[in-house]
């Protein structure tokens, strides 16, 4: 049944190429970042257009540094949650974590439905096995 849907679906609204991936987790982000990334993506255009020693010297000593931003400022942002999560109040922070990817990570594929007696389309899980 899901690979007829899927068929007719693709017949109908047609197919695309997909996403570009999987977008970057960045709530942990802080100025010091988002400096030295600039400075780093700057430094890449310049190489880009000139290949100079100079440039690649730039570019490699402004990767290091914004390597080194980005490593402290997730390390600073995860002992904090760390911090908070063990807290009482945190408590309600992890169940809310875990229903997000709880959801996040649901197989979209698998379709689970089934039409009873009278054509009546079935979800929930105890009624389709009881049909």
Partial sequence: ?????RKVVAEVLG???GSKGATKDT???NEDVQQAL??????????FHDRSTDNMERYKVAKKIAK???SEA???AYDDLYQRLST????????RMARFRERKTRDLNQVKCIK?????LLMKEEDIKLR
């Fill in 1 to 5: 049944m899901a690979t007829c849907i």
């Fill in 15 to 17: 197919v695309t190429k």
């Fill in 27 to 29: 709530w942990w982000w």
């Fill in 38 to 47: 600039k400075e780093k993506k700057e430094c890449y255009k310049r190489v």
């Fill in 68 to 70: 080194r931003a980005v």
């Fill in 74 to 76: 997730k390390g600073r």
């Fill in 88 to 95: 009482k109040e945190g408590e309600k922070d992890i169940y």
């Fill in 116 to 120: 009873d007696a009278r054509d009546q």
